[in-house]
């Protein structure tokens, strides 16, 4: 029997492209905006879902790691914005502790987490978490689930030494996941819940 040793996923040429095309983010505002072009183009260029995030060294402001979710290129499912970001920093910096030696990192995303970056965020080493928004907006425009979170998530970051920030250009988010919307509705992008099913609805 010949077993799989290996996985992983690579960053498609157009992130970087667009990436280069921007000015050097200076501000949150300016990285939430590259957040959202990321995942506005990352849909249109198949690669999976209208998510994208990034991380930054808080300390110089430098640009460490940019993720978008993959889940359709790659075909893992577990390739989320997050964990791309997350893990391409964590390879960048040859370490699996991204606050080790009092280093601090920002993980800035286009929404809140779902259930299984919420993990990943927990146990990464990052000391600060920008997101654009959270709350129902994000299943009811896109149709994902986003799994069953806790509902004291903010305080478990923060209890763990990760400063929770929401509602930076949260309206552009929105934007982009209206645009998702109506190319779910005209049958052009793949909503890729796991057996095929919508967001579970609660209450």
């Given at each position: ?7 992983g996923v690579e960053l498609p040429g157009w992130v970087l492209e667009e990436v280069a ?139 763990r030494g990760i400063v929770v920030e929401r509602g930076l250009l949260r309206a552009e ?30 209450g």
């Open positions: 029997m010949t077993l799989p040793t290996r996985y095309a921007a000015p050097r983010p200076a501000t949150d505002v300016e990285r939430m905006a590259l957040v959202h072009r990321l995942a506005r183009r990352n849909v249109r260029e198949g690669t999976g879902g209208p998510f994208a995030a990034l991380v930054v060294d808080a300390s110089s402001g430098t640009l460490v790691s940019v993720g978008v979710n993959l889940v359709l290129a790659s075909g893992l499912s577990a390739s989320h914005a997050e964990v791309v970001a997350l893990g391409l920093a964590q390879a960048r910096l040859a370490r699996w502790d991204l606050g080790a030696e009092g280093a601090r990192h920002t993980l800035m995303v286009n929404w809140r987490p779902c259930v299984q970056c919420y993990g990943a965020i927990l146990w990464a080493g990052i000391t600060r978490l920008v997101i654009a928004g959270d709350g129902p907006e994000l299943e009811a425009l896109t149709g994902f689930d986003e799994g069953p979170m806790v509902p004291d998530w903010v305080a478990q970051f923060e209890a988010a929105l934007d982009v996941f209206r645009e998702y919307q109506e190319l779910v509705a005209a049958g052009a992008v793949t909503v890729y819940n796991a057996r095929g099913t919508g967001p579970i609805k609660r």
